[in-house]
């Protein structure tokens, strides 16, 4: 990422996906069981689940590769001493994405062994 | 750098003083000073907080034996109602906020905070309504359903009197003071910081209120949205809480906890702020691991808004959504633990001096943990449903927010007693006080777990003998007396330190941060002249800061124009980029919250009339409030600044004002969010959810209605675009016809409501589609009524080619009208239309 775009946006961007993951995790699964929901009997191994697990790991693989982004993919490495604010900045936006992908993983992991509906 | 001048020393500070100081007399109600208000917004916090102890003693007398009747149950409920209500929103969360507006603007290196009228609006509405909710307990019709309020219990049909409406109204009235409070910091620590200041640099105590105020933001919204459903419900007959009707009960708690949970931790960070400047201050050390705080405060702040279910674990929600919020809930241990460690590192590291302030710090932590570690327990849904309702909760709740909260509110007051006295606290006298409040708080609380394992539950006026309880609610009482004891010594000493500490000198605990640059007592304008930063640590790495800033070396150093002037500053770097001059005195502020106060009572009172008259008194006033500001002479006497220094902010297009109306608009979007959030619930989880036959409003109608809106939006647009460019042609003429076109607007969505056969007394369905109605019809009223404002400014000179100002702050205001009305459109009427041909 280039200095332009490590605006102070990214110090929340990871969190902020974290939590509309969240809300869409709680409201989704609402909905579905209200809907359509499946038989108790299949437990954890519904289509529910299955959908709740990809779009987690799909969503914590994109959040590392924006942490890796923030420490690696500009021209001023993490350590550079041309402007503290930016870097700091940089290495918040980096750790914050890094915890937003473990917050994601570690709310899938009921979604293993819980069935949706009960 | 200001080069000294003849013109110095005394006469700047006399200057300063004229230009900065409160009016005498009755006038200094009238105050808008930061300072003024913080400390008012403390002492009068800590008023309710003796009102909302003495509750609790009286709770704790009758429970301290088995079947008394020394309060009837009634009382009873009103008790643990107002004891709740006047500590968690009369107590807790002003104080806090009293601390932040007095702290933030002098740790930040500048004389006030952004908006100060605001600050004082904010003040009178949280006394007029923590007053309208107290004058209840007096009136003998306190709200007895607890402090959530949960229905059906606080509805109409199980709380006729007016106890539920007093709480509704006076609590909604002081979410205003905590909104108006939140916007105000929040732009205040991103845009008016001291020169040099850049993130990085910022003490870590800001980003602890940077987190809290956007917490409150993001937060009271759903309360405020909750608690006016609630009242409509009960004064309108209309439906959204109750089942009959398609309304559910259970959407009031998801709203109340939605914001009930942040809460706790808007409580929690700025206690943990002031934690975390003392800790270093005494260990003499730099705080360990600054950027692991901060990302541990960052976490804390969103995890927060994700853990609302755990108070509702035991309502019949789905497993696996219950294991969601208790993973959460154990998550939030995490960046808690953080800070627990890097505190504990940054003793390590230090040279520890053990004063008054650390000997509540020390009890912060120990009593803090314990109500953290029975917090994880509670987040495992099988303990939590053995003892939900139960004493042990009670327990938990006071261990976290005392623990938290009190502890280290207490440690800040000792702290920085000696900036508002000029005394130093006695450590001799200082640890009675602690002590007896230490012990007492665990005599009461402690053994209360135990209570509450043994199945005694809350919420009961009293409990039959041999069951267990007996003697720990002897001694939790007992406890209690001594920890009210302790409240006691505690008042007695700052009492007598006025009188008999010794004199403090300048930074007398060797601190770091900017406070301490200030003359002591605080004067009214902080600094004589605007500090430059180049470190995290000003005063132990520039220890001759002080003495620069009062030789008036910096900028702004010259009050003689009879502006009050601060730095607008880059939100990263700190970089100045313009001088902001703030409003003097005003009786505005209390004026209008007087205003709203009295609307409040109409509705109490069922007298709409009045309410109606003294919302368009109030309205008036805010108008005045706002053609007094920019470039307008009452508050930007003398022009432009001089040459040497930046404009002012009125002749730029970054003012604090767009930043405030973002942060504002951010809050009402969370408010917004929560209707549809209320909408889609109640759609596909109220048991009796019913859709009328035929569309009850005029689709058409509105649509051609939002056709309008959205040519003055874009007319408004390329009115600003043009301002922007430095054409200021016709600029009134075009913000009048905008104005025109709104009005036409207005009138057809109000003519869509009026013609529509909308049935909220019968259905939830048509309640929601009022509500969301008239949420529109407001927001367009508001962008009509600020355009044509403008629009008459244009003419008096206040707005134009080299005044910008204003039409560039209410631009996205136009555009979140305009997005949510077509939102309003898809979410109420498309996508059940799709749905139902689906």
């Known amino acids: 990422m280039n200095e332009r775009s490590l605006a102070p946006v990214h110090l929340v961007l990871g969190p902020v996906i974290w939590s509309a993951w969240f809300v869409l995790l709680y409201g989704g699964l609402s909905v579905a069981c209200e809907f359509a929901p499946p038989d108790p009997e299949q437990g954890a191994g519904t289509p529910i689940n299955v959908v709740m697990i990809a779009s987690a790991v799909l969503l914590a693989v994109g959040l590392v590769y924006l942490s890796y982004r923030c420490t690696h993919g500009g021209s001023a490495p993490l350590t550079g001493t041309h402007d503290p604010a930016r870097s700091f900045i940089r290495g918040m936006s980096s750790s914050m994405y890094v915890v937003s992908a473990a917050g994601i993983i570690a709310l899938t992991i009921p979604s293993l062994v819980l069935p949706p509906c009960l | 750098m200001n080069e ?233 007959g209309m439906v959204f809480f109750n089942t009959t009707g398609g309304g559910d009960p259970l959407l009031w708690q998801h709203l109340f906890w939605l914001f009930g949970h942040p809460e706790v931790y808007i409580i929690f960070l700025p206690a943990a702020g002031i934690v975390s400047t003392l800790i270093p201050v005494f260990a003499r050390h730099p705080l360990v691991g600054y950027q692991w705080i901060v990302l541990a405060i960052v976490t804390m702040g969103f995890v927060s808004f994700g853990l609302w279910v755990h108070h509702m674990f035991t309502v019949g929600i789905p497993h696996l959504a219950q294991a969601f919020f208790s993973v959460a809930s154990m998550l939030v241990a995490v960046p808690t633990a953080i800070q627990i460690f890097a505190w504990l590192a940054t003793l390590w590291q230090g040279r ?173 304008y902080n600094f004589l002249s605007m500090p430059e930063v180049s470190s995290r640590h000003p005063l132990w790495h520039t220890p001759e800061l002080t003495d620069r800033i009062s030789a008036g070396e910096y900028g702004l150093a010259d009050a003689r124009h009879g502006r009050r002037e601060i730095y607008l500053s880059d939100a990263v770097n700190g970089h100045v980029s313009a001088i902001v001059p703030l409003p003097s005195n005003s009786w505005l502020p209390m004026v209008t919250a007087g205003a709203l106060a009295i609307v409040c009572l109409g509705l109490l009172l069922k007298a709409y009339y009045v309410a109606l008259a003294a919302a368009l008194m109030s309205l008036t006033v805010i108008l005045r409030w706002s053609w007094e500001n920019g470039a307008h002479p009452a508050v930007a006497p003398g022009g432009d600044a001089s040459p040497e220094e930046p404009h002012l902010h009125s002749r730029t297009s970054d003012g604090p004002g767009l930043w405030g109306m973002v942060v504002v608009l951010m809050s009402d979007g969370t408010l917004y969010v929560s209707l549809l959030f209320g909408w889609f619930y109640l759609w596909t989880a109220a048991p009796e959810w019913a859709v009328p036959d035929k569309q009850p409003i005029s689709v058409a109608l509105l649509v051609a209605s939002g056709l309008l809106l959205t040519v003055a939006t874009g007319l408004y647009q390329k009115a600003v675009s043009r301002l922007k460019g430095g054409c200021a042609d016709r600029l009134g003429s075009l913000l009048w016809w905008v104005a025109g076109l709104a009005t036409v607007h207005w009138v057809l969505l109000v003519l869509t409501i009026v013609m529509g056969s909308l049935k909220p007394q019968e259905l939830a369905h048509d309640a929601v589609i009022l509500v969301a109605l008239l949420y529109l019809a407001i927001h367009s009223g508001l962008a009509l009524i600020m355009t044509a404002l403008q629009a008459a400014r244009v003419r008096f000179g206040y707005v134009g080619e080299a005044l910008p100002y204003e039409p560039i702050v209410i631009r996205p205001f136009w555009l979140y009208t305009l997005g949510v009305f077509w939102l309003t459109v898809a979410a109420f009427f498309l996508i059940p239309l799709v749905w139902t041909v689906a």
């Open chain 2, 352 to 524: 520890v001096v053990f004063d008054l302030p650390m000997l509540w710090i020390v009890g912060f932590l120990v009593v803090f943990v314990c109500g953290g570690l029975t917090g994880v327990m509670l987040a495992l849904v099988p303990f939590n449903w053995q003892v939900h309702d139960t004493h042990f909760v009670v327990a938990h709740l006071h261990y976290v927010l005392v623990g938290g909260m009190l502890f280290p509110l207490v440690a800040g007051f000792y702290y920085w007693l000696p900036h508002i006295s000029g005394r130093m606290p006695s450590y001799q006298r200082g640890r009675w006080g602690f002590w007896l409040f230490f012990g007492g708080f665990n005599l009461t609380f402690l053994l209360m777990h135990l209570t509450g394992l043994l199945g005694m539950p809350r919420r009961v006026y009293t409990y039959e003998s041999g069951l267990g309880w007996d003697w720990l609610n002897l001694l939790s009482s007992l406890g209690s007396f001594i920890m009210a004891i302790g409240v006691a010594v505690i008042i007695i000493d700052i009492f007598l330190h006025f009188r008999f500490g010794a004199s403090a000198t300048r930074n007398p605990w060797g601190a770091d941060t900017l406070e301490w640059a200030i003359p002591m007592p605080v004067n009214s």
């Open chain 2, 4 to 236: 000294p001048s003849a013109w110095s020393g005394r006469n700047r500070e006399e200057q300063m003083a004229d230009v900065w100081g409160n009016l005498p007399g009755w006038g200094t109600l009238a105050a808008v000073n930061h300072t003024s208000v913080g400390l008012r917004f403390m002492a009068t916090g800590l008023l309710f907080f003796l009102v909302g102890g003495l509750l609790a003693m009286l709770m704790r007398t009758q429970l301290a034996l088995p079947e008394q009747t020394i309060v009837e149950p009634d009382l009873y409920s009103q008790l643990f109602t107002m004891h709740g209500t006047v500590m968690m929103f009369l107590f807790a969360i002003p104080v806090l906020e009293g601390v932040a507006m007095y702290l933030i603007p002098k740790m930040i290196g500048t004389r006030d905070l952004v908006f100060p009228r605001l600050s004082a609006l904010g003040y009178y509405c949280y006394v007029f309504g923590g007053l309208i909710v107290l004058s209840s307990l007096v009136l003998e019709v306190a709200p007895d359903s607890g402090w959530f309020m949960y229905t059906p219990l606080s509805s109409r049909e199980y709380s006729p009197g007016p106890g539920s409406d007093f709480w509704l109204l006076g609590i909604t009235f002081v979410e205003i003071s905590a909104i108006s409070a939140g916007v105000e910091l929040v732009v205040s620590i991103l845009r008016t910081r001291a020169r040099g200041m850049s993130l990085n640099r910022m003490p870590i105590f800001c980003w602890y209120i940077l987190a809290m105020a956007l917490m409150i933001v993001f937060g009271f919204p759903p309360l405020i949205l909750g608690s006016v459903l609630l009242e409509l419900e009960r004064a309108g």
